[in-house]
């Protein structure tokens, strides 16, 4: 429904992988009552089954390189994981959970112009066959109608605005380390107080501001397209008002979600290595799309 994850993994380190998915689970679900849907599927299994799996990359910018997917192979897979509830075993590795290098430092995010809005779009090709000319002319009418990638971006440096309350602290001890451990609320405190001074004054934390826009997962397509973009309510209406020209047309069905806000989670390394950024629009913007999708 936009909200999930597919990872390809090799069979090698399926086992690894499923462990440390589980051990995640368990904590969503004892710490935020939370329920994450975990299981697999193999890719043979799929393609007996009729599927298609096509994969491909897209450089967006000099930093960032997104996977596109085409087919319905991830689409076969998820629903068949949802109409299954087996209980995957636990190996015998120890339970470690670290999500360490999780960051939710940002807070809620407003666009960058304080007129505009936050819109979170799933679109989905009525059929497989279609997926390559449906969302090439969706992205192209996009363009025309909100700019490039770039311009429609949700997220530029002046709006950023780091936590500060004790209770999103908390939950981000929480959610990487399964118990909360107040030393380890106090070190995310100190990091946040100095974040704030490093991210200004230091050529490596202005680097990884400029950056952060551009290593931000705005734009998804795994068999749909998953975005969040910044815009004019006009501009909203204008896109929608082509979305259901092709949806009439039995071309595709859509859904979306329109908030103030976007959050923000990211996955850091270190500020001056390696860093990626998921977005979703606030109040659970894809989960609230897909609900108008599957209308």
């Not at 599927?41 to 096509?54: I, P, R």
């Not at 407003?110 to 997926?131: G, R, W």
């Not at 996009?142 to 709006?159: A, C, L, Q, S």
């Not at 006009?234 to 859509?254: G, T």
Request: aromatic share 8%; hydrophobic share 40%; charged share 25%.
């Amino acid at each position: 429904g936009g909200d999930g994850a597919t990872i390809l993994v090799p069979d090698i380190i399926l086992k690894e992988c499923l462990h440390a998915l589980i051990l995640h689970q368990e904590n969503c679900q004892s710490n935020f009552d939370f329920f994450l849907r975990v299981d697999s599927c193999k890719v043979g299994d799929m393609y007996k089954k009729g599927a298609t799996l096509k994969i491909t990359k897209v450089k967006l910018n000099d930093l960032h390189i997104i996977p596109v997917v085409l087919g319905d192979a991830l689409q076969m897979a998820e629903d068949e994981v949802k109409s299954k509830s087996r209980k995957i075993g636990l190996t015998n590795i120890p339970y470690n959970l670290n999500l360490k290098g999780m960051e939710c430092k940002w807070d809620k995010i407003a666009p960058p112009v304080d007129s505009n809005e936050i819109l979170t779009l799933i679109i989905k090709a009525q059929t497989t066959a279609l997926q390559s000319t449906v969302y090439s002319e969706v992205l192209t009418k996009m363009e025309f109608i909100y700019g490039d990638v770039k311009k429609r971006h949700p997220i530029t440096i002046e709006k950023l605005i780091m936590i500060n309350s004790l209770g999103q602290l908390k939950n981000e001890v929480l959610m990487k380390f399964s118990e909360l451990k107040w030393v380890e609320v106090f070190t995310s405190a100190i990091r946040s107080f100095i974040a704030r001074w490093y991210l200004k004054t230091n050529e490596k934390g202005r680097n990884y501001l400029r950056e952060l826009p551009e290593l931000t997962e705005s734009l998804m397509v795994d068999g749909t397209i998953n975005t969040v973009i910044s815009g004019t309510a006009k501009q909203r209406e204008l896109l929608i008002f082509e979305l259901q020209a092709m949806q009439d047309k039995n071309l595709l069905r859509y859904g979306y979600y329109v908030s103030n806000t976007s959050v923000l989670s990211c996955y850091v390394t270190a500020i001056d290595d390696y860093h990626v950024h998921f977005l979703d629009g606030d109040q659970g913007g894809y989960t609230q799309a897909s609900k108008l999708l599957k209308l």
